[in-house]
């Protein structure tokens, strides 16, 4: 790798958008500029954002810096992996077939369904009583 050279990728989960900068560096790990541990505190959300830089083998390599933004902490972690994935690829190109293998240069299309009138929820309708 060599030095100051960037490595963008862009991530989106549900309603979260993740914008993920790789560097190489000594492995930390920073997510709108609060330390991964702080920001993603449960165990899945953290294994899950950074699945991608230890199926490639750059775990400890490179510095992440992460931008994310837009619906909750899951679909969050979602956006990162996507993102941290998709920028590993133009940083080491011969990692696509292991990332691709794992899923995680698919982009999960599942949505909230929308509320419609006349009901409580997406699907929740009023109670029948047949008297």
């Not at 914008?19 to 449960?42: A, F």
């Not at 954002?49 to 490639?56: D, G």
């Not at 690829?89 to 698919?106: C, I, N, Q, S, T």
């Amino acid at each position: 790798m060599q030095d100051s050279v960037d490595y963008w990728g862009t991530g989106r989960r549900k309603n979260s958008v993740a914008r993920v900068l790789l560097r190489s560096g000594s492995g930390k790990i920073t997510i709108n500029n609060r330390e991964i541990d702080d920001y993603l505190p449960r165990f899945f959300w953290k294994s899950q954002a950074i699945e991608p830089l230890r199926a490639a083998g750059v775990e400890g390599t490179v510095d992440v810096i992460v931008n994310a933004h837009g619906g909750g902490l899951t679909g969050q972690a979602g956006a990162i992996r996507m993102g941290l994935a998709r920028a590993i690829l133009e940083l080491k190109e011969d990692a696509r077939p292991v990332l691709k293998k794992a899923g995680m240069l698919r982009r999960d299309s599942r949505m909230v369904e929308r509320k419609k009138f006349g009901q409580k929820g997406a699907r929740g309708k009023r109670q029948f009583s047949k008297r």
